[in-house]
C-alpha cells in the first residue's frame, strides 16, 4: 500500500481540511462585516476588517453579564467536578466497597439519558420543590454549577478512573508504612502523578459546560443566564443582526480554540480514550 | 486494613450530587407523569388520571411524528458518520507530510459548541447572506432555501452533524486500527487475498468491537440533539426537523401541560433507555460469542 504518492494523501487532506475550517472561517467572515455589506453578494474573500460587531457585543453590558456567568459556572463546576470524580475514583480503585462496580456503572447511566428529558422535571423541581421560603433554585448559579455535574460527574469519572486504577497500589503501601495519612497518601503520592489526567478531565468538563445550552436555556432567565443562551436569543428577534450574532458565536468559540491550540494532543487522547474501552 | 468508611467518604459527595439530580427527577417526572397539570389551565392542581396520559399520547401524531424524524436523523446521520469516518480513519493510517497537523485541524469541529454549530450553518444557508445558496444557485442553478423547503432543512441537519461529528468517528476507529496487530494482514497477503477480501475478512471482524461501540456513542447522542437543529432551523419549516427534544421544548413548555409533557419525557427516556439497552446486549453478546470459540 506504499506504492501511491503521498502527495496525494497530502492534497486530499489539505481539500478535507479546507471543508473542516470554512465554516468557522465563513462565522468570522460574516461578524466582521457591517450589516450594510451583508446582502451584497456573499464572498470568500475579507477586504475590509469592520471590529464594531465585537465592540457593541463586548460594550453590552447583558451579555457581557452572560458572559461572566458562564466563566463562573464552567470553572466551579470543572473544579467540583474533578475534585470529586478524583475522591471518587479513589474510593473505587484503593478500597475494597461492597458493590462498587455497580456504583460506577450506575454514575455511568446518568449521562445516557437525554438532557430534553429531564428538562420537565428540573423545571418543576427547581421552581417548586428545591425553594427556601423565597429563594429558589432556579436561575442561580449554585443550581447551574450542581446540575452540570450530572453530565460532567460520570464524564470524569469514567475518565479518570483509568488514570488512579494505574498508580501502582504498592507507592500506597509503602507510604502508609511510612506513617502517611490517607489525606497525606493522596496529596503527596497520588496527586502529583494524576496531575497529567486531571488536568484533560478539568479542561474536557470546563468546555461541556461552557458549551452547555438547553438546561441553561430552561432553568436560568437572567442572574444565572450563560453566553449560549445568549447566542440563542439573537435568533429569536427574527435574525435581524446576524453580525452581532456571529460576534457572540465567534466569543463563545475562542475559549475552546485556545484551549484546544495548547492541549490539543491530549484532547485527542482523552476523547478516544472514553470511546474505546477495549 | 484501612477501614471503609473513608472510601464511602469519599464516594459519598458523588453518590449525594447524583442522587439528588438524577433518581430525583426520575421519581418526579414518573409521579407527574400520572397526572393531569396545568399549573396556567382551568384546573391549576394535580389530579390524578392513571394512564391518560399515556393513552392520549398514542394518538398524538406530532409526537410520533417527531420520533420518526429523529430515528430518520440518527439512522443517516450515525450510517454516514461511521462510513466516511472509516475512510478518513484508513486515509490517517498512511504515511504522508504533516499528518498530525490534519489531525489536529480535523479534530476542531468536536470542542465547538452545538449552539455555535447550529449559529454557523445558519450563517452559511440563510438565502441572501449565505455563501452556500449563492454558490448552488450561480453554478447549478437551484434554489436553496431552508425557510421553506422542507426535505433541503432535513438533509442540511445531517450534513451538519456530519461535519460536528465524524472527527469523533475517525479518531475512534484511527485508534482501534492502530492498535491491531499486524500478523494477520501480511498471512492474509501472502495467501492471496485482495484488498476487499482483507477488509471484510480481516479487518472488519477485527475492529467490530469499536464500531459498535462508536455506533452506540454515536446513536445516543444523535436521538438527543436538540441545540444545534434549534439555532439552524427551529424545527422548520413547518415541523420538519423538530425532533422529540425540540417537541418537548417547544409545544410542551409553552404549553404548561406539565402532566402531558411528564408523560412524553418518560416514553422518551424508556425508549433511550430500551434502545442502549439492545445496542450494549448487541455489544456484549458479540464478544462474548467470540470468546467461546
Redesign the interface.
Known sequence: ??S?N??L??A??LL??L???F??Y??FV?SVKPAVD??T??S?ILDTVYWKNYVNVIGNETLRGYMINSLIISTSNAFLVTG??F??C???S????AGKEN?FF??IT?R??????????????FTQ?FTFGDWKLYDTKIGMI??Y??FN??FA?WTLRPTIDGIPKELDEAA?VDGAS?WQVISEVIFPLARPGLAVTLILTW?FA??E??LAA?LTSFNARTI?TG??EY?TTT?TE?GA??AI?MI??IP??I??AVV?RH??AG??FG???? | M?P?T???L??A???A??G???I???I??LY?SFHQWNPFGASPDMIYNGANNFRRLVFDTEFLTSIAFTMKFAFFAVLSEIALGYL?AQ?FM?????RGF????????????????G??????T?P????IP?LLKSWFGYDLNIGRDATAAFALTVIMDI?HWT??VT??L???LL?LPKEPFEQAQIDGANRRQIFWHVTLPMIR??IL??VF?RL?DA??T??EV??LT?GGPGAATRF???H??KI??PKTD?GY??AI??I??YL??VM?WLLYVALVARRERKRTF
Open positions: 500500500m506504499q501511491r503521498p502527495l494523501y497530502l486530499l487532506w478535507l481540511s471543508l473542516t475550517l465554516p468557522i465563513w462565522l460574516i451583508l446582502f453578494t456573499p470568500v470529586l470524580a475522591l471518587a479513589y474510593a473505587l484503593r478500597f475494597d466497597l456504583i450506575w454514575t446518568n445516557m439519558a437525554p438532557a430534553a428529558v429531564f428538562l420537565l422535571p428540573f423545571y418543576l423541581l420543590v450542581l446540575l455535574c450530572t460527574l460520570p469519572i502508609t490517607t468546555v461552557w458549551n445550552f438547553l430552561t449560549t447566542l440563542s435568533v435574525g446576524w450574532m456571529a458565536a463563545t468559540l475552546a480554540l484551549i484546544f490539543q484532547i485527542v476523547l478516544t470511546a474505546v474501552k477495549e | 484501612r471503609n473513608v472510601g464511602w469519599m464516594l459527595p458523588t453518590i450530587i447524583l439528588i439530580f438524577g430525583i427527577p426520575f418526579y417526572v407527574v478518513l486515509l498512511k504515511e504522508f507530510p504533516g490534519f489531525r489536529t485541524i480535523h479534530t476542531l469541529p468536536l470542542i465547538v459548541a452545538p449552539i455555535v454549530v449559529s454557523v450553518w445558519r450563517l452559511m440563510t441572501s447572506i449565505g455563501i449563492y461535519w472527527p469523533l479518531l475512534t484511527l485508534a482501534a492498535a468491537p469499536a461501540a462508536t456513542i445516543m436521538l438527543r436538540v441545540d434549534w439555532m427551529s422529540v427534544g425540540l418537548i421544548w410542551v413548555f406539565y409533557g411528564a419525557s418518560v422518551v427516556l433511550t433507555l442502549c
